[in-house]
DNA sequence: GGGCAGAATGGTATCGATAACAATTCGAGG
DNA sequence: CCTCGAATTGTTATCGATACCATTCTGCCC
């Protein structure tokens, strides 16, 4: 059923040849093609009229500047590249966000992988992106594979590590410490009367981030003298929301009698309050939660969630403008590598020490 | 204070030379840089002993390829550019998932843009795209400047508008209509009996989908006899959580008997809903509640919220996979470019018409 | 044994821009 | 009127890989 004379177009709507290059651009005005160049970047030495001239011929051909050649040739691919290990999470997101914001007008392109908190997978994307000689890398967390260091290492190029405090960093360090963050949590709630701490969590191997906010827990519980902390772990890194409300039921069965449950980030403590509430259970009355994140959600919740708040937008821009910095090569006093990020408890209803509702 | 001699290393940490090219791996390894090049490609004839001494040369010295020289010469990027609204809005975060799933395996790597629901932004960012010679590109809506068409009719790749109906697409499509699916809604919950419409969105202008939906309502509000439906807009879009508490606020202020509210999307249903629980309503007691897009929070939420599920996962995955065809210029009957993505009613607690609780 | 197909490999031009340097123009100052 | 320097523009080589074509080398068949 083929015809074979058929053109075999993909597309060609109105497309014309579309090869058009530089040098045509230069001939239709009459200049060289380094000219044309010249006139692509504001900081070159061409007159305005000329430039104007070649803006107008530019615009009437329909041209686009070829990045590809002009990154080869020029030696910097303009290209930065990020991980974080999911896109659909908020929190990662805003620092995805962030970083753009930042690159705005840099003239620098972010080049964005997911490693869905997998350590090869992020030694894959770090190759892959690698491959595009970046100008620099940002990455989510500390740990890495072994290659993925030797990669990043042998490239030259500028890194930052971001979301927490790499025991040992590569390069710079855009973050706070997950485990201390957790740890304040602890002791604000603590000083309200609150006993009896459980918590809840993906289980350990991925997420880092996550088994640190794990340990703080353990660890201060433990330091106040409130007995072993009640932790569960429900599921694969990162945690849903209804994975959350899974785990508060294991945990209240296992541990009728307590008195507060933290929770790895607000998605799994927002599923935790509503399969409470489901059950006919009452939040902060019967139970308090609290979670780890201040996404939008916990402000808006009824009840309102107590959170630890951390910057994620902040983390994204500093981690840009740390790259931005060590590309000007401004030397001035390299200084310290390690940016670290605020964080604050965010009290609220779901752990309101009067609560009844 | 800055010592002059002092080397002006950006980064230099083990970091040596880092110039490393094919046609030194080929030497260390006594073939041409030719050889190297064809044992990075799978399909590409070179002998299993060859190749694996290639790569371990590869690993020894620790070389990368660099992709920006070979598109060059090769005339292929390796490039998809994607453009969403947002990608803190996890509808549009799971579609650029679908996308870089589909595209997994295939050598090409994802450019991933943020338009902020502007069509300003989106014609920059798509030039800012085509600089870099993508080889197909995938849009949100169909609403575009005219440059930006031009732009895009020039390029001459395959280009996939998404989520919605363009009245004059460009060339391939996978969405739906986000008017029908509104009416659906609206006609099925006119079935249980609601009577009293109203509808909370955002302004008009930027959100297509968003006005979209909007007209789906009134219009079927209106073909139902129910009366003018009440519509509110709050906001720029995308319209918050909270957004969503203060419209239904409005709403309730203006309208006071209105039975149900439906929402531009799930978000901002969530904050009508706290916010009405906040007051002392109940939902769906004395105001139903209804939201668009079926976000993970909607089944979480108690109530669960009754809203459209839309496959935003395959809509990326389907978006690819049509440049993916459209790329392997497999000609076979280029067919019809549309692809209809499903949608479909998800009733839940908060319109549930016995629902007192 | 000659011829030939096919696999494996090498040599060279080239992709499209920019770096580096050369050349030209223009006006001011002596 | 000549020289000099700043501003503007042009020329050529080059970035690092790949396309394309040529070459070498096997082994096999008549």
Same sequence: chains 1, 2.
């Avoid at 290990?85 to 995805?96: L, Y």
């Avoid at 390069?171 to 009896?196: C, D, I, K």
Wanted: proline content about 3%.
């Amino acid at each position: 059923m083929k015809n074979e004379d058929e053109p075999k177009d993909k597309r060609l709507k109105g497309g014309d040849a579309q090869k058009l290059t530089m040098a045509e651009v230069a001939k239709y005005v009459g200049v060289s093609a380094m000219t044309v160049s010249r006139a692509f970047r504001q900081d070159a030495s061409v007159s305005e009229e000329t430039r104007k001239r070649i803006m107008e011929a530019v615009d009437a051909l329909g041209y686009v500047l070829d990045l590809s050649a002009g990154s080869l040739s020029s030696r910097r691919s303009g290209f930065i590249a990020a991980l974080v290990p999911s896109i659909n999470n908020s929190n990662f997101s805003d620092t995805a966000r962030g970083i753009t914001d930042a690159l705005e007008n840099t003239g620098l392109q972010l080049l964005l992988g997911y490693t869905d908190y997998s350590a090869e997978k992020e030694e894959k994307l770090i190759e892959a992106m690698l491959r595009r000689r970046p100008e620099g890398v940002i990455l989510t967390g500390g740990s890495h594979t072994d290659r993925a260091r030797r990669m990043l290492d042998k490239a030259g190029i500028p890194v930052v590590e971001t979301w927490e405090i790499p025991e040992e960093p590569i390069n710079h360090v855009v973050g706070f410490s997950n485990s201390e963050a957790m740890s304040l949590l602890v002791r604000t709630l603590a000083s309200q009367g609150y006993r009896r701490f459980g918590y809840i969590g993906g289980t350990t191997a991925r997420d880092t981030r996550g088994s640190q906010r794990r340990s703080g827990f353990l660890k201060t519980v433990e330091e106040l003298g409130l007995g072993p902390g009640r932790a569960i772990s429900f599921g694969v890194p990162p945690i849903t929301m209804e994975q959350g409300g899974q785990a508060v039921v294991s945990l209240l069965e296992r541990w009728p009698d307590t008195e507060v449950v933290l929770c790895v980030s607000d998605l799994s403590a927002f599923g935790a309050i509503m399969e409470c509430k489901r059950r006919g259970m009452n939040v902060p009355g019967d139970i308090a939660i609290a979670g780890f994140g201040d996404y939008e959600i916990s402000s808006i919740c009824h009840p309102s969630i107590t959170t630890i708040n951390v910057d994620c937008y902040g983390i994204g821009r500093q981690a840009a403008a740390r790259l931005l910095d060590a590309l000007q090569g401004s030397g001035e006093a390299t200084g310290d590598e390690m940016t670290l990020t605020g964080y604050k408890v965010v009290l609220r209803e779901s752990t309101d020490r009067g609560g009844a509702r």
